[in-house]
Protein backbone atom coordinates (compact mmCIF):
# COMPACT_ATOMS: atom_id res chain seq x y z
CA UNK A 1 0.00 0.00 0.00
CA UNK A 2 1.76 3.22 -0.61
CA UNK A 3 3.37 5.04 1.97
CA UNK A 4 1.24 8.32 2.20
CA UNK A 5 -2.22 6.27 2.17
CA UNK A 6 -0.52 4.40 5.42
CA UNK A 7 0.43 8.13 6.74
CA UNK A 8 -2.99 9.17 5.99
CA UNK A 9 -5.02 6.22 7.72
CA UNK A 10 -2.60 6.18 11.09
CA UNK A 11 -3.15 9.70 11.54
CA UNK A 12 -6.85 9.71 11.19
CA UNK A 13 -6.80 6.52 13.37
CA UNK A 14 -4.52 8.50 16.23
CA UNK A 15 -7.17 11.61 15.94
CA UNK A 16 -10.22 9.22 16.69
CA UNK A 17 -8.74 7.31 19.27
CA UNK A 18 -7.34 9.63 21.69
CA UNK A 19 -10.72 11.73 21.43
CA UNK A 20 -12.73 10.70 24.54
CA UNK A 21 -15.20 7.71 24.36
CA UNK A 22 -16.34 5.28 26.53
CA UNK A 23 -13.61 3.11 25.81
CA UNK A 24 -10.61 5.24 26.70
CA UNK A 25 -13.15 6.44 29.49
CA UNK A 26 -13.26 2.84 30.88
CA UNK A 27 -9.37 2.16 30.81
CA UNK A 28 -8.65 5.77 32.56
CA UNK A 29 -11.49 4.30 35.15
CA UNK A 30 -9.96 0.53 35.40
CA UNK A 31 -5.98 1.93 35.60
CA UNK A 32 -7.26 4.48 38.38
CA UNK A 33 -8.84 1.57 40.15
CA UNK A 34 -6.07 -1.37 39.82
CA UNK A 35 -3.41 0.35 38.13
CA UNK A 36 -2.07 -0.05 34.24
CA UNK A 37 -2.01 -4.06 35.10
CA UNK A 38 -5.75 -3.82 35.54
CA UNK A 39 -6.10 -1.67 32.55
CA UNK A 40 -3.97 -3.62 29.91
CA UNK A 41 -6.54 -6.54 29.38
CA UNK A 42 -9.40 -3.69 29.24
CA UNK A 43 -6.87 -2.01 26.80
CA UNK A 44 -6.55 -5.45 24.42
CA UNK A 45 -10.14 -6.30 24.05
CA UNK A 46 -10.41 -2.74 22.54
CA UNK A 47 -7.61 -3.70 20.16
CA UNK A 48 -9.98 -6.72 18.91
CA UNK A 49 -12.83 -4.99 18.80
CA UNK A 50 -11.22 -2.58 16.32
CA UNK A 51 -9.62 -5.61 14.24
CA UNK A 52 -13.27 -6.96 14.09
CA UNK A 53 -14.87 -4.23 12.50
CA UNK A 54 -11.69 -3.14 10.10
CA UNK A 55 -12.04 -7.29 9.08
CA UNK A 56 -15.45 -6.70 8.49
CA UNK A 57 -15.31 -3.43 6.65
CA UNK A 58 -12.30 -4.65 4.53
CA UNK A 59 -13.83 -8.40 3.49
CA UNK A 60 -17.17 -6.34 2.64
CA UNK A 61 -19.39 -7.73 5.47
CA UNK A 62 -20.41 -4.21 6.47
CA UNK A 63 -23.81 -4.35 4.97
CA UNK A 64 -24.03 -8.00 7.21
CA UNK A 65 -23.05 -6.38 10.17
CA UNK A 66 -25.97 -3.99 9.77
CA UNK A 67 -28.39 -6.53 9.21
CA UNK A 68 -27.51 -8.12 12.50
CA UNK A 69 -27.56 -4.59 14.64
CA UNK A 70 -29.64 -6.28 17.21
CA UNK A 71 -26.60 -8.66 17.99
CA UNK A 72 -24.53 -5.76 18.27
CA UNK A 73 -27.25 -4.08 20.76
CA UNK A 74 -26.98 -7.29 22.58
CA UNK A 75 -23.14 -7.03 22.40
CA UNK A 76 -23.60 -3.36 23.58
CA UNK A 77 -25.61 -3.77 26.80
CA UNK A 78 -23.71 -7.02 27.81
CA UNK A 79 -20.37 -4.82 28.05
CA UNK A 80 -22.25 -1.88 29.58
CA UNK A 81 -23.47 -4.47 32.27
CA UNK A 82 -20.17 -6.09 33.13
CA UNK A 83 -18.55 -1.91 33.55
CA UNK A 84 -20.98 -1.40 35.88
CA UNK A 85 -19.95 -4.68 37.93
CA UNK A 86 -16.42 -3.06 37.86
CA UNK A 87 -17.80 0.20 38.85
CA UNK A 88 -19.28 -1.47 42.29
CA UNK A 89 -15.66 -3.46 42.71
CA UNK A 90 -14.13 -0.34 42.51
CA UNK A 91 -16.55 1.72 44.41
CA UNK A 92 -16.62 -1.17 47.19
CA UNK A 93 -13.24 -2.35 47.37
CA UNK A 94 -11.20 -1.33 50.55
CA UNK A 95 -7.97 0.73 50.14
CA UNK A 96 -5.90 -2.28 51.59
CA UNK A 97 -2.66 -2.96 49.41
CA UNK A 98 -3.63 -6.86 49.28
CA UNK A 99 -6.57 -6.94 47.98
CA UNK A 100 -6.46 -3.91 45.47
CA UNK A 101 -3.67 -6.24 44.34
CA UNK A 102 -6.22 -8.98 44.00
CA UNK A 103 -8.53 -6.83 42.26
CA UNK A 104 -6.31 -5.27 39.85
CA UNK A 105 -5.23 -8.80 39.11
CA UNK A 106 -8.92 -10.25 38.68
CA UNK A 107 -10.38 -12.48 35.76
CA UNK A 108 -7.88 -10.70 33.05
CA UNK A 109 -9.68 -12.47 30.66
CA UNK A 110 -13.50 -11.23 31.69
CA UNK A 111 -11.85 -8.05 31.63
CA UNK A 112 -10.45 -8.52 27.83
CA UNK A 113 -13.84 -9.39 26.75
CA UNK A 114 -15.29 -6.63 28.05
CA UNK A 115 -13.13 -4.08 26.33
CA UNK A 116 -14.44 -6.39 22.87
CA UNK A 117 -18.09 -6.19 23.82
CA UNK A 118 -17.81 -2.30 24.68
CA UNK A 119 -15.97 -1.96 21.64
CA UNK A 120 -18.56 -3.89 19.30
CA UNK A 121 -21.30 -1.80 20.76
CA UNK A 122 -19.13 1.84 20.32
CA UNK A 123 -20.96 4.07 17.38
CA UNK A 124 -17.37 5.82 17.17
CA UNK A 125 -15.66 2.53 15.97
CA UNK A 126 -18.58 1.56 13.84
CA UNK A 127 -18.71 4.90 12.21
CA UNK A 128 -14.78 4.99 11.57
CA UNK A 129 -14.44 1.58 10.12
CA UNK A 130 -17.85 1.10 8.30
CA UNK A 131 -17.94 4.43 6.65
CA UNK A 132 -14.61 6.38 7.43
CA UNK A 133 -12.36 3.45 5.93
CA UNK A 134 -13.15 3.11 3.17
CA UNK A 135 -12.78 6.82 2.50
CA UNK A 136 -9.14 6.93 3.53
CA UNK A 137 -8.23 3.12 2.37
CA UNK A 138 -8.56 1.49 -1.26
CA UNK A 139 -10.39 -1.07 0.43
CA UNK A 140 -11.36 -3.15 -3.23
CA UNK A 141 -7.49 -3.43 -3.90
CA UNK A 142 -6.24 -4.74 -0.38
CA UNK A 143 -4.27 -7.76 -0.79
CA UNK A 144 -2.44 -9.41 2.02
CA UNK A 145 0.14 -7.59 2.44
CA UNK A 146 -2.15 -4.11 2.62
CA UNK A 147 -4.51 -6.35 5.29
CA UNK A 148 -1.11 -6.71 7.28
CA UNK A 149 -0.07 -3.62 7.34
CA UNK A 150 -3.08 -2.15 8.44
CA UNK A 151 -4.30 -4.53 11.44
CA UNK A 152 -0.48 -4.05 12.37
CA UNK A 153 -1.43 -0.10 12.39
CA UNK A 154 -4.37 -0.44 14.26
CA UNK A 155 -2.82 -2.73 17.20
CA UNK A 156 -0.12 -0.81 17.87
CA UNK A 157 -1.92 2.60 17.43
CA UNK A 158 -4.92 1.74 19.74
CA UNK A 159 -2.52 -0.50 22.10
CA UNK A 160 -0.27 2.76 22.36
CA UNK A 161 -3.29 5.13 23.26
CA UNK A 162 -4.65 3.12 25.50
CA UNK A 163 -1.85 2.51 27.52
CA UNK A 164 -0.93 6.02 27.76
CA UNK A 165 -4.40 7.13 29.04
CA UNK A 166 -3.48 3.85 31.60
CA UNK A 167 0.07 4.81 32.30
CA UNK A 168 -1.72 8.75 33.06
CA UNK A 169 -4.48 7.63 35.15
CA UNK A 170 -1.97 5.30 37.53
CA UNK A 171 0.51 8.07 37.57
CA UNK A 172 -2.59 9.95 39.09
CA UNK A 173 -3.02 7.23 41.57
CA UNK A 174 0.14 7.23 43.02
CA UNK A 175 -0.34 10.99 44.36
CA UNK A 176 -2.46 9.29 46.49
CA UNK A 177 -0.89 7.38 49.54
CA UNK A 178 -3.50 7.43 52.12
CA UNK A 179 -6.12 5.29 52.94
CA UNK A 180 -8.18 7.18 53.03
CA UNK A 181 -7.55 9.18 49.85
CA UNK A 182 -7.22 6.03 48.13
CA UNK A 183 -10.84 5.16 49.55
CA UNK A 184 -11.68 8.30 47.55
CA UNK A 185 -9.83 7.23 44.54
CA UNK A 186 -11.87 3.76 44.37
CA UNK A 187 -14.81 5.62 44.35
CA UNK A 188 -13.93 8.24 41.98
CA UNK A 189 -12.79 5.32 39.34
CA UNK A 190 -16.24 3.13 40.34
CA UNK A 191 -18.36 6.70 38.92
CA UNK A 192 -16.30 7.05 35.67
CA UNK A 193 -16.56 2.96 35.11
CA UNK A 194 -20.51 3.57 35.78
CA UNK A 195 -20.62 7.15 33.45
CA UNK A 196 -18.76 4.90 30.80
CA UNK A 197 -21.30 2.26 30.69
CA UNK A 198 -24.00 5.41 30.74
CA UNK A 199 -22.60 6.40 27.36
CA UNK A 200 -22.26 3.04 25.98
CA UNK A 201 -25.94 2.38 26.69
CA UNK A 202 -27.30 5.98 25.77
CA UNK A 203 -25.70 6.04 22.15
Known sequence: ????????????????????????????????GGGVRGAVPLVIGIVLGDLTYCSLAIFGLAALAQQFSLVFTIVRYVGAAYLVYLAWRMWT????????????????GRT????LMLTLGN?????????????????ESIGPLAYTEIVTIIAV??????????????????MFRSPKALGRLNRT????????AAAVVMR
Do not use: N
Open 1 to 32: MPFLTLIVFTTALTLAAISPGPGMSAVVARAL
Open 123 to 139: PKTIVFYMALLPTLVPI
Open 189 to 196: AGVAMAGA
Open 93 to 108: TRPDAREMAAAAAEHP
Open 112 to 115: TLAG
Open 157 to 174: VIFLVGLGYAVAAAGARQ
